[in-house]
């Protein structure tokens, strides 16, 4: 199994910045892609930044240029580096993944428990 612990998240001003943070641990073989989900209340889930283990990101409309995915093969961790932040970007992120692990048969998708980021003045 693996598992997603996130990190970084809490209480910060319109315009201020957060980095998250998320560790992927376990009988890990191969992580194809990691990236981070939102989702405020009363709305769906939803992509905020995807990144491949080939490196190449995307990222959904609302946070291009304001938001940047990155990844660490090695450490099996991704972060969420997050600037000008607005109100309509307070939410519980999830970080996630996907890949293969010992014991584990075929290619399946892991998600973390959850941060709350908040956007207020």
């Known amino acids: 199994q693996v598992q997603l612990v996130e990190s970084g998240g809490g209480l910060v001003q319109p315009g201020g910045s957060l980095r998250l943070s998320c560790a992927a641990s376990?009988?890990?073989?191969?992580?194809?892609?990691m990236g981070w989900y939102r989702q405020a209340p009363g709305k769906q889930r939803e992509s905020v930044a995807i990144?491949?283990?080939?490196?190449?990101?995307s990222y959904a409309d609302s946070v291009k240029g304001r938001f940047t995915i990155s990844r660490d093969n090695a450490k099996n961790t991704v972060d969420l580096q997050m600037n000008s932040l607005k109100f309509e970007d307070t939410a519980v992120y999830y970080c996630?993944?996907?890949?293969?692990?010992?014991?584990?048969?075929?290619?399946?998708?892991?998600w973390g428990p959850g941060t709350q980021v908040t956007v207020s003045s």
């Open positions: 996630y993944a996907v890949g293969t692990a010992q014991g584990v048969y075929g290619i399946r998708a892991y």
């Open positions: 990144i491949p283990s080939t490196g190449s990101t």
């Open positions: 376990g009988s890990i073989v191969s992580l194809y892609v």
